[in-house]
Each structure stands twice: as C-alpha cells, then as structure tokens.
C-alpha cells in the first residue's frame, strides 16, 4: 500500500525556515515523481515544487524559487522541502503526492491531478 506521511510543518516568523519531510512506503521512492503541494483557505491546491523520478530534475512554483529548495533521500525513502525566507503569504497546508509511473498524465509536472498518491498534509502558518 503506497503511503505517505508529512511532517515538520509549524509555526515560524517571517524570515524563517522549515523544513519538511515526506515518508514514503509502498513503493521506491525514485520510481515516482514526488510533488509538494499546499492549500491556504479558501484557495485551490497550488504546486510548489517536485522532483523527476526519471533524472531527478527539480520543478519549482515562480512564488518559491530561490527559497525552497526539494530534494530525495532514496535510502531513507525521504522526500524534503527545504523552505527558507518564509513569507505570510507561503502559509498553507503542505502537501506532498506521488505520480504513479504507471499512468499516462498530459498536466503540466506540477499539477495537482497528475498525482494518484496524497498524504495527511502538514499545517505551516507564517507569522508577519
């Protein structure tokens, strides 16, 4: 059974970081594309970030480059979302999802319908 269980969210002041983690089981990790993404109230799920399962290049959201940085331990079956410089605005449920390499998807990479898998999601609130 493909699982995934975020964690590391929180409570930070402007300016600050975090760092997330996302713990996959079920499956090898550097088989599926892993995307990070995050929901504010009363918004639409957003993409930040993802990473390829076939090169392991990384995608970001124009609203997060130069301050999140994605990245995948394969031995620890561990996806990260390094997230510095954190603005009011980036506050969010966080997400992350894996695509399945066993479907076809003409989304763009970071959509949120090209993914099959979602975790629990993780609360980070950004204090101004």
């Known amino acids: 059974e493909v699982q995934l269980v975020e964690s590391g969210g929180g409570l930070v002041q402007a300016g600050g970081s975090l760092r997330l983690s996302c713990a996959a089981s079920g499956f090898t990790l550097d088989d599926y594309t892993i995307g990070w993404f995050r929901q504010a109230p009363g918004k639409e799920r957003e993409g930040v970030s993802c990473?390829?399962?076939?090169?392991?290049?990384?995608y970001y959201a124009d609203s997060v480059k130069g301050r999140f940085t994605i990245s995948r331990d394969n031995a620890k079956n561990t996806v990260y979302l390094q997230m510095n410089s954190l603005k009011p605005e980036d506050t969010a449920v966080y997400y992350c999802?894996?695509?399945?390499?066993?479907?076809?998807?003409?989304?763009?990479?970071?959509?949120?319908?090209?993914?099959?898998?979602w975790g629990q999601g993780t609360q980070v609130t950004v204090s101004s």
């Open positions: 990473i390829s399962s076939s090169d392991g290049n990384t």
């Open positions: 999802a894996a695509e399945s390499p066993f479907y076809f998807s003409d989304f763009p990479i970071l959509h949120p319908h090209r993914y099959h898998y």
